[in-house]
Each structure stands twice: as structure tokens, then as C-alpha cells.
């Protein structure tokens, strides 16, 4: 878009509007910490430039975190700005891939909690589990968990989570983290003594262990239908890139 084209358009905008293109473009001229491992087969310079800039706009008017959907259209609108070729899935509620680049397909997730560590991931919502309701045993969520876990890990190749920090009332650092499936396919190894007898809430957990140790929690969620899991140690994970962006602060109670 030639500059002359931006102030064309610019005249089109009322008042509101033109206030609105103000803040955009004071934000995109903001200095932020950026952080790229150039062994990354993902994140380029310009995938770096195009995210970075998404989340630059976004934050100028809004105090919220990247969520899920949004992190989904800028991670494939960032891939294709870095001359990948880059789709959606077709459907919002599929359980594989959310997003296919160069014929590689991603799960993308997010995680900003208020309670985000900085050492281990969480994935809240790994993938819908309305099969736990009808375990009772550890013999069951052993028998309907392990196939339709792995089965789940066949419909995408990699997965990646954009994690998100408050830093004081001003700034939010994002890491665009990839979780390795090998990590999670640990389950495998899963048998009934892993797991726990049915909780108050109908689910039950199971701990991942490898030649590590403790790799990760598997969480069958009863109250809510959904598999999660917490404690993958980041250190194990590969950090593709971080950015730390200016936000308007939160809003006062």
C-alpha cells in the first residue's frame, strides 16, 4: 500500500475513526524487546515483524491477552507474510490442526493466566473428553483415554502454544513455544496403576513419566469434559520467539 493510498483512505474516516488510526500507528512505532532463536524453521524475520506489529495493534486498544482465535488468523496470516503458503482447518470445532503452513499442520493453543509460570505449560483445553462420563475405574479412563489421545496426536504434525505475561501494568511478553510430540505420546505408556481411582467431579489424572522423570500431568476433567495438561517443563519445549509489547493498563474496579 503506497502512502498516498493510506491518506486517500484516511479521508474516508470520520472523527472516532481517525482517533482509532492514530493510536494504531502511535503503537506501531513503540520499541519492543524482541527475541528470535535463529534455529527456528518458523519464525523468520518476517513472520517475527508480522506478529509482532498484530500484537502491537491489538494491545493499543485493548487491555485483554491474545486469545485462541485471534492467535490462530495471525499465526497463518503471519506465515503467509513470510512467503509460506498458509490455511485455516474449515471448521472452528475441529479437533486436530487448526492451521496447515507448507503442508505441516499445527494445533495451536494459548495460555495467560493469571497464574502462568514461567517454568511449566498448561494446556487447559488439550481436547473435548465427553467419554469421561462414562468411566468409573481406572481400568476404563486407562482403556478410553490411550487411543483416543494418541488418536488426537495423529490428526496434526506440531503444536505450538503462544504464552502470554503480564510484565508490571504496561507490558505483555508472548512466547510462541513448540511442544514436542514426542513428549505426549508418553501416554502410550500409560497402563490402568497410573491411573487414579474417579474423583468427586467424575475424572480422573495420570502421571506421564519418561527417562526424565515426571514429564507431564494428564488430566481427564469430569466437571467440564476436557482432557488437560499441566506441569511440561518448558525447558523441554522450544521457545521459537518472544515479545515483550506496550498495552493500554488494565482498567481500574
Known amino acids: 500500500m503506497t502512502l498516498e493510498l493510506l491518506v ?66 495471525a499465526f497463518i496470516a503471519a506465515a503467509r507474510y513470510a512467503g509460506a503458503s498458509a490455511s485455516k482447518t474449515k471448521s472452528q470445532t475441529f479437533q486436530g490442526a487448526d492451521a496447515a503452513v507448507n503442508g505441516v499442520r499445527w494445533s495451536l493453543k494459548t495460555e495467560a493466566s493469571a497464574k502462568i509460570s514461567r517454568s511449566s505449560i498448561v494446556v487447559s483445553k488439550f481436547s473435548e473428553a465427553r467419554w469421561i462420563r462414562d468411566c468409573e475405574t481406572p481400568g476404563d479412563f486407562a482403556r478410553e483415554c490411550l487411543p483416543r489421545f494418541l488418536g488426537h496426536l495423529d490428526e496434526y504434525d506440531r503444536i505450538a502454544t503462544l504464552r502470554a505475561f503480564s510484565v508490571g501494568r504496561e507490558f505483555v511478553r508472548y512466547e510462541l513455544v513448540e511442544i514436542p510430540k514426542g513428549l505426549l505420546m508418553g501416554v502410550s505408556k500409560l497402563t490402568e496403576r497410573d491411573f487414579t481411582p474417579r474423583t468427586r467431579n467424575g475424572g480422573s489424572s495420570a502421571l506421564v513419566r519418561d527417562f526424565n522423570g515426571i514429564a507431564f500431568k494428564l488430566v481427564l476433567d469430569g466437571s467440564v469434559e476436557k482432557v488437560t495438561l499441566s506441569r511440561l517443563p518448558v525447558q523441554r519445549c522450544w521457545v521459537h520467539a518472544s515479545w515483550v509489547v506496550p498495552t493500554i493498563p488494565a482498567t481500574e474496579e
Not at 528470535?36 to 506478529?51: G, Q
Open 8 to 73: 486517500a483512505q484516511a479521508q474516508l474516516l470520520d472523527s472516532a475513526q481517525l482517533e482509532m488510526l492514530r493510536e494504531m500507528a502511535e503503537a506501531l512505532q513503540q520499541p519492543c524487546e524482541v527475541r528470535v532463536d535463529p534455529a527456528s524453521d518458523l519464525v523468520s524475520s518476517e513472520f517475527s515483524d508480522y506478529l509482532l506489529n498484530r500484537l502491537k495493534i491489538h494491545h493499543a486498544t485493548s487491555e485483554e491477552k491474545f486469545k485462541k482465535a485471534s492467535f490462530e488468523y
